[in-house]
């Protein structure tokens, strides 16, 4: 698919718009101003995966405790700012790698002068995150009182105004709904308008299964257009099942890969063996590899191979047997419980002899 060619802008290490990768973040739940936890978080989330971790900062306890969070991450830290000016100026001063702004509520224009003015010499980028709760009321009243994608649309446009004015490009903008066709519409109808990199969501997701189905259908119908150059999955639980559910959304559009990708047909009557039991134990399994490898588990010999042969491996199984087979040839026939044993075998027979 051709993605939008968007204005790059540097996070720390990762490249946002232009032709990097579509990248993954996510947010703590943990204030920077309880350093130690905040720490520990930030590398559980980094080593799950998250290649930018975002920080609430809603006093100047945590814009300070942001130094301790930068100094140990090894990925990029966004701190994220309302109202206070004063709590931005604090980030730059930790050593944070970006921030996520909006330059409506922090202020008069003087205000945000001063942030831009921090910014600049260090090039660090500024995300304006428009939500639907948070637009300018004059805005919600020019739309009927309610948020429309045309209002957040003008919402956006008001704040990029304000940087382009103070000659800073250094942006990347979001454009959150809960509602996912209005979401949709805003990117694509802003998209359209602006070379600016942006930063896809869905907010207030819900919890893990709706929200995952909510960003899945959101984020990816943007991406698969083209759209979108960072995402978060936003979900009511632990963020690394956000970064887990990003991660996948990119994997199933071909966009990125991240370790072994694992099919599975669903039950039936043909199924004899406990297939979901079997799929379950090959996923753990799996966690151990990065090596970008499709592994099918099918539950039923006959047809298995056959249906799974665009699978580098696989296994199927029936009445206390199996089978491992790699682009539908059968490679080995073992009893059912050796099955996951057999096929962690062939793969890292073919991950060492590539080596």
Do not use: W
């Not at 979001?174 to 969501?201: N, R």
């Not at 907010?203 to 709706?210: D, F, R, S």
């Not at 090959?282 to 151990?288: F, G, M």
């Not at 539908?328 to 073919?350: A, N, P, W």
């Amino acid at each position: 698919m051709k993605r939008r060619k968007a204005l790059a802008v540097q996070v720390g290490k990762v490249g946002i718009g232009g032709t990097y990768p579509v990248s993954v973040q996510t947010m703590s739940t943990v204030t920077p101003a309880k350093e130690a936890e905040a720490v520990t978080d930030v590398l559980r989330l980094a080593d799950a995966g998250a290649e930018l971790i975002r920080f609430a900062v809603p006093d100047m306890a945590a814009a300070k405790g942001l130094a301790a969070v930068v100094a140990a991450s090894p990925v990029p830290i966004i701190a994220d700012i309302h109202f206070d000016y004063r709590l931005a100026l604090q980030a730059v001063d930790s050593g944070v790698d970006a921030l996520r702004i909006n330059p409506g509520n922090i202020g008069d224009e003087e205000r945000v002068i001063k942030v831009v003015e921090k910014v600049r010499p260090k090039g660090i980028p500024i995300r304006i995150g428009i939500n639907t709760g948070s637009l300018p009321a004059d805005i919600l009243a020019a739309h009927g009182g309610h948020p429309t994608s045309a209002a957040m649309v003008e919402g956006a446009l008001r704040h990029i105004r304000i940087l382009e004015r103070l000659q800073y490009s250094r942006m990347v903008i979001s454009l959150k709904a809960s509602d996912v066709p209005l979401m949709i519409s805003a990117y694509q109808e802003l998209a359209e308008k602006v070379p600016y990199a942006l930063h896809l969501g869905v907010t207030e997701a819900g919890l893990v299964q709706e929200g995952t189905i909510k960003s899945a259908i959101g984020i990816g119908a943007l991406l698969s257009q083209g759209i979108g150059d960072t995402i978060r999955v936003s979900l009511t639980g632990d963020p690394i099942e956000e970064i887990k559910v990003g991660r996948q959304i990119l994997s199933a559009l071909g966009l990125r890969t991240f370790g072994p990708t694992l099919i599975s047909c669903p039950t039936c009557g043909r199924t004899k063996v406990n297939l979901i039991h079997l799929a379950e134990q090959v996923q753990t399994a799996l966690a151990t590899i990065h090596t970008p490898v499709k592994v099918a588990v099918m539950g039923c010999i006959v047809n298995g191979p056959g249906e799974a042969r665009e699978a580098d491996f696989g296994i199927a199984g029936g009445y206390g047997k199996g089978i491992v087979f790699s682009h539908g040839k059968i490679l080995r026939t073992v009893e059912e419980d050796k099955l996951v044993d057999g096929l962690l075998e062939e793969i890292h027979k073919s991950i060492d002899s590539a080596e």
